[in-house]
């Protein structure tokens, strides 16, 4: 069976400081996609990353950054000088290769302080 | 010339009517969805057309029937809704039944009153 779990329910930092949203998962299968999305409070799903599990790299992009560890299954996502605008729920989701359907985590509401 | 569009984006009914939500998209995709998210944000699929034929349904009152009448439209009617069903309703599709390169659409907010 695939599960993610995002233990932090809730975050609230300070503008500018650094913040990681943990993601752990589970799965049998050796192939398999990480996603992150973003939902801000407007509502919409917004795509940030996609991994393949063969792509242990890390990735940066912008004050992003995503740190994928098969050793530990994990895929944290740190977001570096935090903004008021990442004020978002944060998802984490997997995908099997020949299954076609996300198994997301229950997410994390992230509230950036002015 | 947006990927994946739903509409309406906001529906507020009452208890025992009959809706319907409709989804569109232009990517070329043959595999469509239909995702819930309920009041404390958990979202779960519901179903699953490829090609235009039902290959994931979970657990969902029948009061659901998804219509698929191409592989560009899955539209979502709900029979005599009742309060639970209040939430919003995520409309994506994808190529083939891989998990690669999924694309949502912007969500419909379902207020049953």
């Known amino acids: 069976a695939q599960k993610v779990t995002q233990a932090q329910t809730e975050i609230s930092v300070v503008e500018k400081e650094d913040v990681t949203l943990d993601c752990v998962y589970e799965t049998r299968d050796t192939t398999y996609y990480l996603f992150w999305y973003k939902q801000p409070p407007s509502g919409e799903l917004v795509f940030l990353i996609r991994?393949?599990?063969?792509?242990?790299q890390n990735e940066i992009s912008g004050r992003y950054s995503w740190n994928f560890q098969k050793s530990t299954s994990s895929f944290n996502f740190t977001i570096t000088a935090s903004q008021v605008v990442d004020s978002a729920v944060y998802f984490c989701a997997l995908t099997r290769n020949t299954g076609n359907q996300f198994y997301f985590g229950t997410g994390t509401s992230l509230t950036v302080i002015p | 010339d947006t990927a994946v569009s739903q509409t309406p984006k906001y529906l507020v009914t009452q208890m025992g009517n009959d809706k319907s939500i409709k989804c569109e998209q232009n990517?070329?995709?043959?595999?469509m969805y239909w995702y819930k998210q309920d009041s404390k944000k958990f979202l779960k699929i519901m179903f699953s057309?490829?090609?235009?034929?039902?290959?994931i349904n979970e657990t969902v009152p029948n009061r659901f029937s998804p219509k698929s009448p191409d592989k560009a439209h899955l539209n979502l009617h709900i029979n005599s809704l009742e309060l639970g069903d209040s939430a919003v309703y995520f409309c994506?599709?994808?190529?083939?039944?891989?998990?690669?390169?999924?694309?949502f659409g912007s969500g419909t907010r379902l207020t049953v009153v």
């Open positions: 991994r393949n599990s063969f792509d242990e």
């Open positions: 057309y490829n090609n235009k034929e039902l290959i």
């Open positions: 990517l070329g995709h043959d595999t």
């Open positions: 994506a599709s994808t190529w083939g039944l891989s998990g690669y390169g999924y694309t």
